[in-house]
Structures are given as C-alpha cells and as structure tokens.
C-alpha cells in the first residue's frame, strides 16, 4: 500500500509562492519546484477539518489567540521536546521572521552589531540590514562535509561589541542539531559577553533518527535570562501560508518590549485560520508527524544514494533536521554564479541559489525534498541528465 504523501497534488493556480511564481524567480514556467520550504503534501486531516468546522461557522471577526492554544503549545513542548515552559511566556506573532524583526527592533539600536552564523536562511540579512544594524558573521567550518561552530570566532566576534545574536536551531540551509556541548558553549559565550540570544527554533519537529533537538532556552534557566525562543507549526504541518507563530520570552522584561514593538507594528493580530490550525496541529496531529518523518527520511536515504550513484560530482550535505538538502555542486564544471541558470535551464529544476544564503554559500545549492517520490525521483533524473550532458 502507497504511503498518503505520495499523492500528486496539483498546486497550480493556488497563489502558491513556489509553483505560480516560477517565471517571476526563475524566468520560466516548466520547471520543477524544489526550492521554498513548504512541502508538496496535504496538511494531516484533523487541520483541515478544524479550519473546514470553522470557517462554516461564517463569521470572521477579530480574533485572540486562546488559553488552549497555549496549553497545546505547552504541552507539545513538554511532550516533544522535554522544556515545561509557563504559559505566560508566550507570545503570538504571524511569523518568525516577524519575530526575529521585532526582536531587533526592540532590543537593539540603529548601528548596533548583530551576529549570525553563516550560511543562513537569507531573510536575516534583511532584517538586519533593511533595520540599518551591523552584521556580523560567525561563519560556520566544515571538515569533511561536517559543519561545526568555530568557537573560537564567536567568541572574538561576541566580545566585540554584539548585541544580540541569531541562531537558528536546527540550521538552515546546513541542517545540523546542534548537540547539547554545543548549545551549552553558544549560551555560555552569550551570557559572558551579556549578548540577547534569539533562537530560531522552527525546525526543530522535522528531526531525523539518531538526533535529538534541545530547545536551548529550557538550558538557560538560571545561566542567561536573555534568551528568546521562536517556534512554529507551519513548517511541521506545511501551513505557512496561514501566518502563525510563537515566541517563548521567559523574562518577563524581554517578554514586554517584544509585546511592545509587535503592537506598534500592528503585527499582534492573528489569522482565525492560523489560530485554528495551530491548535489542532498541537492536539490532533502527532502520528501524522511520524509518518511524515519516515517519509521525509526514506526520502533523503533515496536523495543520497541516488546522487552518490548517479551524480557523484555534487556532494549531497546530509541533514539531520529539515527537509532540505545542502548540495555542494563545487566539482561541476559549471562557474558558481552560473549555477542556478544551469539547474533551471538544462536540469529544468528550481532550487535556491547558495549565494543567497551568504558567501558561504557559493557553489552551493539548496533542493527541498518534501515532495512525493515520484516527484523527487524526476527531479534527480532531470539533475542527471543535465549533468551527464557537461561531460559529453
Ligand atoms: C530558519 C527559518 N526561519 C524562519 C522561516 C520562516 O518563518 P515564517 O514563515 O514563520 O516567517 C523559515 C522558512 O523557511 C526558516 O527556514
């Protein structure tokens, strides 16, 4: 018997970013979609029937996120990630880049220095630049297609005048855990150099077998109080189009300039469908999430040895969180800014260019594997062929 997310969904004409909006990023319309990170898969049921049950119900008006929300919320938090967090704690906010923006703007200054290790989803250069911060960079080291923390870095870079960093726990685009020593050194360092810590926690329920993702504020209790928390379900439950989110602020002063510069935003008012969801994603919706996984992992198992197979010149960077595959496409003979023409107009493929995410990025290229097998098997053999082509 088929697995449920090996059903082809037709998602054109939907206002979907990543199939209606090929020929604005990519410059054609048939090209195969593997890039933004939502998935090619129906939302688990009991969400759409909470969202069906309450838009019946006909009226839409302004909305406030409820207590049971924030008792799912907890519960999940407790349940899946093992940190018993106070509802009180909790903020709402259509998105985590929102949140990571009004973090900024509520705890830092115009010119201040913010550090993000690199490469990162590239939204956070946005944030910092377009609210006229300083960036700094903590580049991450990779040995062997391992990337680690260069400690030594942060800790210059952190001791120089930083004001709060960025850190996205699991990584995107790199896809790494971050183990508990590692957490443990991120915290010490911000606490010594009195640096506000916001982690971008919305991976972190798309882990793989043999990881194990630690909410690094549920060890910051009584170590560094300046930490934030961002998580959401949207990217678990493939509903980011319903724009909801949650930031965790244990300090209660954090917790109200966070509120403050939301309200002055006008970004403290959520979407009914959003706050539906959400509550039914934390309630009804753990099975689901682990047949997800077993697909998303049979998946990436498929990715990699079908490139290690086929497509040996570009090295697939396995994840261990995320359903999106670093690929180092370095041993092409393809130039790096040539790259992302060369998936879309030979392989017929759209992925996200790695400049994108930071120099670091270069010669890099990150494909989402979210998608029916069917539809990720047409994928790589469109990869192959154009690959096999450069050699002929
Ligand atoms: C690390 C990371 N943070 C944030 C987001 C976007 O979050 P939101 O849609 O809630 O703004 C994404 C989406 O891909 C992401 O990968």
Known sequence: MGSIFDEIIDRKNTKSLKWDYCRQRFGKDDILPMWVADMDFKSPSPIIEAIIRRAEHGVFGYTEASEKLSD??????????????????????????????????????????ILMQTPIYYPFYSSIRDNERELVVNPLKKNNGYYEIDFDDLENKLADNVKLMIFCSPHNPIG??????????????????????VSDEIHSDLVFKGHKHIPINSLAEGIHKKCITLVSPTKTFNIAGLSVSAAIIPDLELKSGFKKFLNKNGSNMLNIFGLTAAEAAYTSCE???????????????????????????????????????????????????????????KA?????????????????????????????????????????????
Not at 329 to 342: H, Q, S
Request: aromatic share 12%; with cysteine; charged share 25%.
């Open 72 to 113: 799912a919320l907890a519960g999940w938090m407790k349940n899946r990630h093992n940190w018993r967090i106070d509802n009180k704690w909790i903020v709402y906010s259509p998105g985590v880049v929102t949140s990571v923006n009004t973090a900024i703007l509520a705890y830092t200054n115009p010119g201040d220095r």
């Open 176 to 197: 790494r855990v971050w183990k508990l020593c590692e957490l443990e050194e991120v915290l010490r360092l911000c606490k010594k150099y009195d640096v506000i810590l």
């Open 287 to 345: 099975k689901w999430l682990g047949e997800l996984l077993e697909y998303l992992e049979d998946n990436l198992n498929i990715l990699v040895e079908y490139f290690q197979s086929n497509i040996p010149q570009i090295k697939v960077i396995r994840p261990e969180a995320t359903y999106l595959a670093w690929l180092d496409c370095n041993d092409l003979p393809v130039p790096a800014d040539k790259l992302k023409e060369f998936f879309v107009n």
């Open 348 to 392: 017929g493929v759209g992925l996200n260019d790695g400049i994108t995410f930071g120099k670091e990025g270069y010669g890099f290229q990150r494909l989402n594997f979210a998608c029916p097998r069917k539809m990720l098997l047409e994928g790589m053999e469109r990869i192959k062929k154009a690959v096999q082509a450069l050699y002929i």
